[in-house]
């Protein structure tokens, strides 16, 4: 016999040749397609032979498989049902040795009386009785009795009992069923069950029930089998004890090599093959808990009759069918043909844009798609007017848009501008600021003082005009700081007042020993501010708006960090507002009011404060009407830190030191460095950061920079600072701005002043920033 890879080509070879077949066969499909054209009657027809062909031909497999399965089942159910009747028979001996094996009889083993012997007997013989087998009781040296002799008188000596013959088993230690023993000495053949007699832990005898082929064909010849079946019993080492006739003859398991190793393999199984005969037969076996096995074999030409006779009724049934669907297709693509043509005319008209009118067909179907078109030529003729609306809209939308990016443009410009008036504004305010300073160290006329207290104040007063510059320019840094709020609200009632208008009444109630907090003044009175322009539009001009301040409740800490708060309310008698936006009020954006009137940015400003301080902002109507804005802010454990002996503590720390001052600005830079210089120390004035890289050096003669953040050339005040500290690691600086793009650095080594600033601010900050970093943390 030739080899596989002698007469078949690589399996490479096949799938490259199959793959180029399949290639080609698509290629003509897709050549022949276009042209291919059926009519109604045939798809029908097709569809008819796609629907009945795979089901009948599931059916006549199911049917097939389903006769199997049965014949199959026949044969399991008979073996198990023999195979119980087996078990039952041999566990109905095995219980008969038991129980005599546990008679108290036996107790007095080996010298039992021949009365008591006698009493077993008896009992023994009328287990049996109905039985053919018998029971026998022997030690290791002689049977004691046997209830296939006639029965013993009880008068015959010890002596006479028959000993037990050459060559029999010893006795078990356990309970076993022995295999099919062959007939001797007038015994005929038979198997036997034993069970050890065991007293004190020792085996003292055998008692044996036996069992013969007899009974086992019994009961095989009392089933109902068909007549070419074989059924047979089977002892625990393979061998027949009866059997059947009828069918197929049947062979022990060790001459049949395919049986055998299956049932070594499995308690029980189907075997579909050849017997050692050549006979094609089923075979079922399953063997009992007692180890003996039942066989029941049938041909395999009586599966094959029997599926054929299953599978005539399923053919004739679908030539049925498929005559029936054949003349269903005809008559119903008669049908088919007048509502295609209608829908056709339908089609038509909806490409041009007529009107549509459905006429009912009687095929839901077909109705379904005509009412389809009806209603998309409706919805066609209402998407273009509504398309031509949305256009328009989206004009307009479109128009707006470009107004509010306009708007925003110029925003943007004005802040910009904004911040750079305010940063020349700033340095004006710094030079007035540190002249004064220095004409009221020098000048001790009484007359002079009060003017100059009036300048410093005014000062301020620009001061915070520019950080309201700075503010709406987008420049100002957060920088909290503890706060005195009752203080700062009372500072904040002339400009609240303007806020709100002449025609609103503004109250204050300040309640006394309220706790300091920590948060940026410009922030907080940016949130004030919003608070009350919304306050103002509410009541439209007229009404009255209170702010309340006191130390918070526990009652009203819900949802905040353990600790003590301080309460800010603000409340107004206007309206209210309507319960279905009040949960969005603090959301960025959202605005009740029309486009270009709000930003929607207020109230989310205020929340945005209270949360970064640590707190929280809520708004609620009361019953009786107007809203009330609630900021929960965290209380400082400390207090803002005095300016009184500021100065002079930092004269006797800044005697000597020596000073980088770069100001831009001469007129400045020069009232700086004089102010510095009245502090006792050393200044050197430069006017931009390439000379101050210059003139720094190894950086030896330096003490410490303080320099402007916004300057004129490549680099602004933080660039230079860190240039410098590239050539001189820790160089203690500070900086100083009334403007800046520059997003205020995280570097805490490095201080960072609001222009203007008092001599008192600046000068703490330049000790600071020499003692070191536990100075400037501090």
Not at 121 to 141: F, H, I, K, Y
Not at 402 to 422: D, F, H, K, N
Request: glycine fraction near 8%.
């Amino acid at each position: 016999m030739l080899e596989r890879d002698e007469v078949e080509p690589p399996p490479a070879a096949h799938a490259s040749s199959g793959w180029q077949r399949l290639r080609h066969w698509g290629a003509q499909l897709r050549e022949h397609a276009p042209r291919l054209t059926l009519s109604v009657r045939t798809r029908l027809v097709l569809l008819v032979l796609a629907v009945v062909l795979p089901g009948t031909l599931a059916a006549l497999w199911a049917a097939w498989r389903a006769g199997e399965e049965r014949l199959v089942r026949h044969l399991r159910d008979d073996a198990r049902a023999l195979s119980m009747v087996v078990d039952r028979e041999l566990a109905q001996r095995a219980a008969i040795a038991r129980v005599l094996a546990l008679a108290r009889t036996l107790d007095t083993l080996p010298d039992i009386e021949p009365a008591q012997l006698q009493l077993l007997e008896t009992q023994a013989r009328r287990a049996v009785q109905g039985l053919d087998g018998w029971v026998v009781l022997s030690t290791p040296d002689e049977v004691l009795f046997s209830t296939r002799l006639p029965p013993s008188t009880g008068e015959e000596p010890l002596s006479s009992r028959r000993p037990r013959e050459p060559g029999a088993p010893p006795l078990a230690n356990r309970p076993m069923v022995g295999s099919l023993e062959p007939g001797r000495h007038g015994i005929p053949s038979h198997a036997s069950l034993v069970q050890p007699v065991e007293r004190r832990g020792h085996v003292l005898a055998n008692l044996e029930v036996t069992i013969v082929p007899l009974e086992l064909q019994r009961l095989i010849n009392h089933q109902d089998l068909p007549p070419d079946w074989t059924a047979a019993v089977l002892d625990g080492r393979g061998h027949i004890v009866a059997s059947s006739s009828g069918g197929p003859a049947l062979t022990e398991p060790a001459a049949w090599p395919a049986l055998s190793a299956l049932m070594q393999a499995h308690d029980e199984a189907l075997l579909q093959g050849r017997n050692p005969n050549g006979q094609a037969v089923l075979t079922y076996f399953s063997t009992s808990s007692q180890g003996w096995s039942f066989i029941i074999t049938a041909p395999r030409d009586r599966l094959a009759g029997g599926q054929l006779q299953s599978l005539l009724p399923v053919l004739l049934g679908a030539m049925v069918l498929l005559a029936m669907g054949l003349a269903g297709a005809l008559w119903l693509s008669r049908r088919i043909a007048r509502p295609l043509d209608d829908l056709t005319s339908m089609a038509q008209s909806l490409q041009t844009g007529g009107p549509l009118r459905q006429h009912p067909t009687g095929i839901e179907e077909w109705d379904y798609v005509s009412r389809a078109l009806v209603n998309a030529s409706e919805a066609m003729r209402r998407s273009r007017s509504e398309l031509e609306q949305r256009v328009n809209e989206a004009v307009e939308r479109t128009r707006e848009t470009e107004q509010i990016s306009s708007r925003s443009q110029r925003i943007a410009a004005l802040g910009r501008l904004t911040g750079g008036v305010a940063h020349d504004f700033n340095n004006l305010l710094g030079v007035i600021s540190n002249s004064a300073h220095l004409i009221q160290r020098h000048v001790h006329n009484e007359a002079l003082q009060v003017p100059l207290s009036a300048i410093r104040r005014s000062v301020e007063v620009g001061s915070r005009l520019t950080q309201h510059l700075l503010r709406f320019a987008g420049q100002q840094a957060v920088h909290p700081q503890s706060l005195d709020l009752a203080s700062t609200l009372k500072d904040l009632e002339a400009l609240l007042s303007t806020v709100l208008g002449k025609r609103v009444s503004l109250t204050m109630d300040l309640q006394p020993g309220v706790r300091l907090v920590t948060a940026d003044p410009a922030e907080l009175e940016l949130a004030l501010i919003n608070i009350a322009l919304n306050a103002r539009d509410a009541l439209n001009g007229a009404g009255k708006v209170s702010f309340s301040l006191r130390n918070a409740r526990e009652d009203e800490l819900a949802g905040l960090a353990p600790g003590a708060y301080v309460l800010i309310k603000v409340a107004d008698d206007g309206p209210g507002i309507p319960a279905d936006i009040l949960p969005r009020v603090f959301e960025p954006f959202f605005t009740s009011k029309p486009v270009g009137r709000a930003t929607g940015l207020g109230l989310s400003q205020v929340l945005g404060f209270c949360v970064q301080a640590g707190g929280t902002a809520r708004i609620h109507c009361p019953p009786e009407g107007g809203t009330v804005v609630s900021l929960l802010l965290p209380a400082s454990q400390t207090r803002a830190p005095a300016e009184a002996g500021a100065e002079a503590g930092a004269t006797s720390s800044l005697a000597g030191a020596r000073v980088m001052l770069v100001e831009d600005n001469e007129e400045l830079s020069r009232v700086t460095a004089t102010l510095l210089r009245s502090f006792s120390c050393q200044v050197l004035c430069v006017y931009d950061a390439d000379e101050a890289l210059r003139r720094f050096g190894t950086g030896a003669g330096i003490d410490v920079v303080l320099s402007d953040v916004m300057m004129p050339g490549r680099m602004d005040g933080l660039t230079l600072v860190k240039a410098l500290r590239a050539m001189r690691p820790e160089l203690p600086a500070v900086l100083i701005s009334g403007y800046s793009a520059t997003p205020v650095t995280d570097d805490p080594t490095l201080i960072v002043l609001r222009k203007p600033c008092s001599p008192a601010q600046l000068l703490d900050a330049l000790r600071r920033a020499i003692s070191g970093p536990q100075a400037t943390r501090d």
